[in-house]
C-alpha cells in the first residue's frame, strides 16, 4: 500500500510557475514508475509526466519544455515543476504511482488544483 500526498496547487498568472510536490508514505527508489495526471472540467484524465525507477522520462506533447518531473529520494517526494504556464494548463493535477509485484498495482493522491489566469 502507498498513500500519496500532494501539495503546492494553486492561483498563478499565465507565463507564471508553480511547483508541485508529493509525498509517498514508502520508498520512491521501490515504485517502478512515478508519475503526474491532470483533469480539467469536463474531461479525461491525462498523462502529464512519468519518471521511471530507471530514471526514464516522458511527456505529454503539450508541456514538454515546460515541466519537469524530478524526485527527491532523501525525502520520498516526486515534484512536478511547472513553467510558462498556460490557461489550458487548469486543471485537478494528480500523483499516480505503479508498483510491479507479481501484476501491476496503482495508487492516486487526492489531488491538488492548479487554476491558470489569463
Known amino acids: 500500500q502507498v498513500q500519496l500526498v500532494e501539495s503546492g496547487g494553486g492561483l498563478v498568472q499565465a507565463g507564471g510557475s508553480l511547483r508541485l510536490s508529493c509525498a509517498a508514505s514508502r520508498n520512491i527508489f521501490s515504485l517502478n514508475v512515478m508519475g503526474w495526471y491532470r483533469q480539467a472540467p469536463g474531461k479525461q484524465r491525462e498523462l502529464v509526466a512519468t519518471?521511471?525507477?530507471?530514471?526514464?522520462?516522458n511527456y505529454a506533447d503539450s508541456v514538454k519544455g515546460r515541466f519537469t518531473i524530478s524526485t527527491e529520494y532523501a525525502k520520498n517526494t516526486v515534484y512536478l515543476q511547472m513553467n510558462s504556464l498556460k490557461p489550458e494548463d487548469t486543471g485537478v493535477y494528480y500523483c499516480n504511482a505503479k508498483i510491479y509485484r507479481s501484476g501491476w498495482y496503482e495508487y492516486w493522491g487526492q489531488g491538488t488544483q492548479v487554476t491558470v489566469s489569463s
Open positions: 519518471l521511471t525507477s530507471g530514471g526514464s522520462t
